[in-house]
């Protein structure tokens, strides 16, 4: 998740890097009050949750082969998997709920 140069330090010297130098190096995406903490954790869960979970999994299949050597390879699979997000029942939903200014209910089809 970061460069050599940071590796090396955080492995060479075994320091503990605070919250703010963890949010500088890329190695934590936001830093809140620790009062805040749980609050926070289950309003992103709630949120990740709420959205439609096939987008949700070829997001995260994207996210790996975009992170892995065989990323070429992958590029039809992801493909296949945008197409099928598309094609879902769920998209179909989501784009009805927009439609109608409510909240979708997606069902995993």
Known sequence: MVGPA???EILFSARMLD???ALTHGL???VVPA???ETEVNGLAATVAGNAP???EAA?????A????AADAAADRMNALATACSMSADYAEGRQAFAEKRAP???RR
Not at 60 to 64: D, G, L, R, T
Not at 66 to 69: K, P, Q, T, Y
């Open 6 to 8: 940071i590796a090396s």
């Open 19 to 21: 919250a703010a130098e």
């Open 28 to 30: 934590v995406n936001r």
């Open 35 to 37: 009062a805040d903490l």
């Open 54 to 56: 096939l987008t949700i």
């Open 60 to 64: 995260k299949s994207a996210i790996q």
């Open 66 to 69: 975009a992170g892995s050597d």
């Open 105 to 107: 209910v997606f069902r």
